[in-house]
């Protein structure tokens, strides 16, 4: 079992960034699937980004390609979110999930979650 704990979130101005991190407990991160998801207020939570363990493969959500970049550090037992360019449909409470098994978006087959970040994006 992991136990996953997010941070970085908070208030900023469109165009900004901001880094977010999860904090994974156990000795076992690195055999982890890892995956971003977010959740704004009326709406269903959706895939952000993943990335896989092992070669650490990663994978985006079309509304972010280009703007996010999804890392693991697994000395470290921490995922992190590099969130550029934010916009204010950024807005959201940002979720990291954990899976054993084959890299996915599909939310349904995650196991493992962290309790959210809030970032806000004001226009």
């Known amino acids: 079992q992991v136990q996953l704990v997010e941070s970085g979130g908070g208030l900023v101005q469109a165009g900004g960034s901001l880094r977010l991190s999860c904090a994974a407990s156990?000795?076992?991160?690195?055999?982890?699937?890892m995956g971003w998801f977010r959740q704004a207020p009326g709406k269903e939570r959706e895939f952000v980004a993943g990335i896989s363990d092992g070669a650490g493969l990663t994978y985006y959500a079309d509304s972010v390609k280009g703007r996010f970049t999804i890392s693991r550090d697994n000395a470290k037992n921490t995922m992190y979110l590099q969130m550029n360019s934010l916009k204010p449909e950024d807005t959201a409470v940002y979720y990291c999930?954990?899976?054993?098994?084959?890299?996915?978006?599909?939310?349904?087959?995650?196991?493992?979650w962290g309790q959210g970040t809030q970032v806000t994006v004001s226009s």
């Open positions: 156990g000795r076992t991160f690195s055999r982890y699937v």
């Open positions: 999930a954990a899976r054993y098994g084959r890299a996915t978006a599909k939310i349904t087959e995650y196991d493992y």
